[in-house]
């Protein structure tokens, strides 16, 4: 697939497939997912940002209910100048469900004053629920800015203690935590449509997870 | 360099080039050795050509296994005063300050020179508290027991090739037993040569801390500069038990001719404490991933790295934490340095296994890019199976940014010095972790590399 110079284009998915993505000369893309079918074999999505002043968003939701696997690999390839991608994942896995993401960013040498970021945070709800996570960084040029972050822990015992102390249940207070988990990110969508159509999903969903 | 002088040896024996069985039978009879080790030495050589060589990290294609010379023996015996080393081997350690390090800082020092351990000494009241330091070789003849005990049960044969390799060559290294309840104020020092060209040193280091004790050793590595390439394949084994705490800490400065390609591994038990703290200047590629097994309850272990990579140079290095056990904590910090083209790589592994609850581990890696031919990547892997664990990571690529060094050369600095001031605050939070003469000889050098370029 191939987004052609400056356009915008934005795409919510429900699952994730092989896929490979050439984004053009000040051209836009914003994907969006949420998952909670999972899937077997690894899923590579590759994105090349091949036009100067590509730009690449990604905000994937996870929610691994049962014993789903969530294995992926999302590659970015930073090709031409002044290149951005903005990476948000999120995952709450319950019972044995397992996420297994690797997120392969490279900066190519002639690809000047670009920015990436990639950030993946999962929360194990469960006993057996398990998180691999690989965030992978190559910059072969001195005038890129680049940063990734990724963390596995459970519901906040502290932020848990918090609201019971304000007089939530603990049952009422965990809700509240995994859904301000995955809120927390929602923020960073600045394309209003996308972020709307998103919150809308999760909110379906949310009688799953609190 | 201070380092990149050559000495004219004549050794007392030297092995063929080349590795076979005939070389293997040949350093363990040269050595004396009982039976059960010529027997352990064989068979991690038919473990060595069965393994190949990663498909990952840095560029081995180069190294050629068949040109290396696997055995030097410098002198023919090992001297415990300073007096009776030969005079030119004599004269390589003190352009390089070691014994006058010894003097002024150190509760003991080994220097290795080629395969062999050349000076060993250890202060006469740790001797009295039942402390060894040795060379590991003169460990399996004077406590055979001890060493049969813990040797190759941390970092086994099987582990990779180079541990195999490891395994079947090895000569040198420290043998260091700390006993119960002793604690060690002064580092413990060993300092490695590799003198002749197209050598492979490979020596073992076996650490035993013993329940309540603890020591920091300290090791140097230096060599040459030749136009072929050595090899440096070590193995580093410790052992810490309850409330024992370990530092170990490592200032590499190969020449950029050097193949360093190291296995270090340390288990902790109940409380115990384990610091890898690991600075990689030298060699043409090293590829090193200090790692810890956090085994016991309460273990807590750190990993605090610092790399610089120059022209020609790939620093492919790491970071391993295993949390086997409950509320067990870790911490690594990793910053490099990329110039002149060099690369510097981070790859590590947190993982925490079923039934470590309560564990957490942090990982910080940072890089600094200072020009635009360089590379830096970052590969850190976190596998979280506990669901009460707590993991998080974070890594930055950046460069020196112009309002730095504007600001800097608006207060009466050059470039240069401000250059070299922001890469040594780069590396602060790691070089003041060494004790206090390597930190002010690594700040020297940073800002000599900086400044070169």
Same mark, same amino acid.
């Given at each position: ?8 284009? #934005? /795409?919510?998915?429900?699952?994730? =497939?092989?896929?490979?993505? $050439? @984004?053009?000369?000040? %051209? ?37 209910? #049962? /014993?789903?696997?969530?294995?992926? =690999?999302?590659?970015?390839? $930073? @090709?031409?100048?002044? %290149? ?127 | ?453």
């Amino acid at each position: 697939m191939t987004i052609q110079e400056n356009e915008t284009s #934005k /795409k919510i998915l429900n699952t994730l =497939t092989n896929g490979t993505i $050439h @984004i053009q000369k000040n %051209t836009h893309l914003v994907l969006g997912g949420v998952f909670l079918k999972g899937w077997q074999t690894r899923a590579h999505l590759d994105i090349f940002l091949e036009g100067e002043g590509a730009r690449f968003d990604c905000f994937f939701f996870i929610l691994g209910v #049962k /014993k789903e696997t969530f294995p992926f =690999t999302v590659s970015i390839k $930073h @090709i031409a100048d002044h %290149t951005t991608s903005f990476v948000v994942m999120r995952s709450i896995l319950f019972n044995e469900s397992k996420v297994d993401s690797h997120g392969f960013i490279r900066v190519e040498h002639d690809a000047e004053d670009t920015n990436t970021s990639f950030s993946h945070h999962a929360l194990l709800a469960s006993e057996k629920a398990s998180a691999t996570l690989l965030p992978v960084l190559e910059i072969h040029t001195n005038s890129s800015q680049a940063h990734h972050s990724t963390s596995v822990a459970q519901v906040d015992a502290d932020a848990c203690w918090y609201l019971m102390s304000r007089g939530i249940s603990e049952k009422n207070a965990n809700k509240l935590l995994l859904q301000g988990f995955f809120e927390q990110d929602m923020k960073k969508i600045t394309d209003q449509n996308v972020r709307h159509t998103l919150e809308k999903k999760l909110q379906s969903f949310r009688h799953i997870y609190a | 360099m201070k380092s990149n002088f050559k000495t004219k040896t004549k050794s007392v024996y030297e092995a063929q080039k080349g590795l076979n069985q005939h070389v293997i039978q040949e350093i363990s009879a040269q050595k004396n050795e009982p039976q059960w080790m010529r027997d352990m030495r064989l068979r991690a050589y038919q473990i060595f050509l069965q393994k190949s060589l990663p498909a990952w990290g840095g560029d081995l294609s180069t190294l050629d296994f068949d040109s290396l010379c696997y055995y030097v023996r410098p002198q023919e015996k090992r001297e415990t005063a300073w007096e009776d080393v030969p005079q030119e081997i004599k004269e390589t350690f003190e352009k390089l300050g070691v014994p006058e390090a010894e003097r002024k800082f150190l509760a003991g020092t080994g220097a290795q020179f080629e395969s062999e351990v050349i000076y060993h000494s250890l202060m006469d009241s740790l001797q009295k508290k039942g402390v060894i330091f040795m060379a590991t070789d003169d460990a399996l003849r004077e406590h055979p027991d001890l060493f049969k005990k813990y040797f190759c049960t941390v970092v086994p044969s099987q582990d990779n090739k180079f541990a195999a390799l490891n395994t079947a060559v090895w000569s040198g290294g420290t043998f260091l037993y700390v006993p119960k309840g002793v604690h060690i104020d002064l580092p413990l020092q060993a300092y490695f040569r590799i003198n002749r060209q197209n050598m492979g040193q490979f020596e073992r280091t076996l650490i035993i801390a013993e329940e309540g004790s603890s020591v920091h050793y300290v090791e140097g590595c230096t060599a040459p500069t030749y136009t072929t390439d050595s090899l440096h394949s070590a193995v580093v084994e410790i052992i810490v038990k309850d409330h024992a705490r370990v530092q170990y800490t490592t200032v590499q400065n190969w020449s950029k001719n050097v193949y360093n390609l190291v296995t270090k591994r340390a288990v902790a038990y109940k409380n115990a404490e384990m610091m890898w703290l690991d600075c990689n200047l030298g060699s043409k590629l090293t590829m090193k991933y200090p790692a810890i097994y956090l085994r016991g309850e309460g273990a807590r272990g750190e990993i605090q790295s610092l790399a610089l990579a120059g022209n020609g140079q790939h620093q492919d290095a790491g970071a391993k934490i295993i949390h086997c056990a409950p509320h067990t904590r870790s911490t690594i910090m990793a910053r490099s340095i990329s110039k002149d083209g060099g690369r510097s790589s981070y790859r590590g592994l947190v993982r925490i296994q079923r039934g470590a609850v309560g564990s957490a581990s942090r990982v910080v890696c940072n890089a600094l890019l200072l020009d635009d031919d360089s590379i830096s990547d970052t590969y850190p892997l976190s596998d979280v199976k506990e669901q009460t664990a707590a993991v998080a990571h974070e890594a930055s690529v950046a460069r020196i940014r112009d309002d730095q060094l504007f600001y800097l050369t608006s207060r009466g600095l050059s470039e240069d010095e401000a250059a070299s001031a922001i890469v040594n605050g780069f590396a602060s939070p790691i070089v003041k972790k060494l004790p206090m003469e390597y930190a002010l000889e690594l700040n020297r050098l940073l800002a000599m590399e900086v400044s070169a370029q």
